[in-house]
């Protein structure tokens, strides 16, 4: 008779000795809504780890649209979007979001990861190539595992071995898929580098936008409008969780692209449609984007402050681009303990761990609203140069 399969389990002690520790830091309760200050388990925090990028999760306009979309088509739309699933909302959705990012068409899946996992998994197949950042997110490297295609990685960021993975491959379909701004490492991924050697081996690019819709860019569309190649991207993945300030993810390329993942994407054919509320906050935001640019000029600001004072105080910031600033602090345990410290103290932040990071490079990743204010940003910085001289991260 075989072993117990659920040994692994009863085996499975870290979470256990955390807690013990007191230096568990998942699964606290927000009671409240995700702005610059929360309450979680009951106390006033200032929060450094949203990806509420531009502070729209409680804007008026965003609620209001989500009410009235909810109280028009109800609290669920009952079955997938490949049957009875989709409305009126979804398809304009998709129509606005394919014009703002500039591509003929454009799908709303449920989730950001779905949006991964439906479009890359349907797009290879076999004795056809995946070429992934070696840091891309899960996401993506789920959709490649689920595909039938073969998955190759080339060094973080690093052209050369890009271009010696393209001709290693020479022959065969190939497909780019990089992060545009990196979700740990807050840095931006070489676009006019990767779409030169598209260009010149005859492969195809696919961005994730998750972390720079919204962000980065004049108008906030994105890495390729940063680097004003937005034609450059066949195929552009952008998340509603972050800037869009609901939860969902978009594909948007072209239309037969397009219609082919809508027909072969298994997280589309076989998950329910994103709920009514959900889709009316997109929206809203979408429109915010475009109507309020201050607030992406405000994030800018922010992060180039921050970013700054951590490196003045001694911080190992990375090369960090983004309102996403990870603070290099050693092993795992330090980063538990630090982050119990600033908790205590009244910030709450995200440490982040091997195996997501290489082994004694851990970080506390901080990552900044355009609704922080002032004070929010000066108590962060005094919490966190108070801390890192505690634990001896700072001298």
């Known amino acids: 008779m075989g072993s117990d399969i659920f040994e692994k389990c009863y085996n499975f002690n870290v979470v256990n000795n955390l807690k013990i520790k007191g230096f568990y830091p998942y699964f606290h309760k927000v009671e ?26 409680n804007h008026p306009k965003v609620i209001e649209a989500s009410i009235v979309a909810m109280k028009k088509y109800g609290t669920s739309c009952t079955g997938s979007r490949f049957l009875n699933g989709t409305n009126d909302l979804h398809e304009k959705v998709e129509r606005k979001f394919a014009k703002f990012v500039g ?16 479009a890359i998994s349907s797009l290879a197949g076999k004795n056809e190539v995946l070429i992934t950042d070696k840091l891309d997110h899960a996401s993506i490297i789920d ?60 492969v195809k690019v696919f961005v994730d936008e998750a972390h720079s819709l919204g962000v980065i860019g004049k108008n906030g569309k994105g890495t390729g409008e940063y680097f004003n190649m937005m034609d450059d991207i066949d195929v552009l993945m952008a998340t509603a969780s972050k800037s869009l300030a609901s939860i969902g993810g978009f594909i948007a390329s072209k239309a037969e692209v397009v219609d082919y993942i809508k027909h072969n994407a298994r997280t589309m054919i076989f998950t329910a449609s994103l709920p009514p509320a959900c889709v ?78 290489q082994e004694g490079h851990s970080i506390i990743r901080t990552s900044y609203m355009a609704t922080h204010s002032d004070d929010n940003l000066n108590f962060i910085l005094e919490k966190f140069e108070k801390v890192g001289k505690q634990l001896n991260i700072l001298v």
Request: hydrophobic content about 40%; overall charge neutral.
């Open 143 to 202: 959709g490649c595992r689920l595909s039938f295609g073969e998955m190759v990685r080339f060094r973080h960021n690093d052209m050369s071995d890009l271009e010696r993975q393209i001709v290693r491959c020479k022959g065969k379909c190939i497909l780019i898929v990089v992060d545009g701004v990196f979700s740990m490492e807050g840095d931006i991924t070489n676009l006019p580098e990767i779409a030169r050697l598209a260009k010149k081996y005859g």
């Open 280 to 357: 009316g906050a997109i929206e809203a935001a979408l429109d915010l984007i475009v109507a309020e640019p201050e607030r992406r000029a405000r994030l800018i600001k922010i992060s180039k402050k921050m970013k700054s004072a951590f490196k003045s105080m001694g911080y190992d910031t990375g090369c960090s681009e983004s309102p996403i600033i990870p603070l290099v602090v050693g092993s795992d345990l330090v980063a538990f303990k630090m982050w119990r410290m600033l908790f205590d103290e009244g910030v709450f932040a995200s440490p982040v761990v091997t195996p997501a990071v």
């Open 103 to 118: 591509k003929e068409e454009a799908i709303l899946f449920t989730t950001g990861h779905h949006s991964n996992l439906g």
């Open 32 to 57: 409240s809504v995700q702005g610059p200050e929360v309450i979680v388990d009951g106390e006033k925090k200032i929060v450094v780890c949203s990806n509420n990028y531009l502070g729209l999760a």
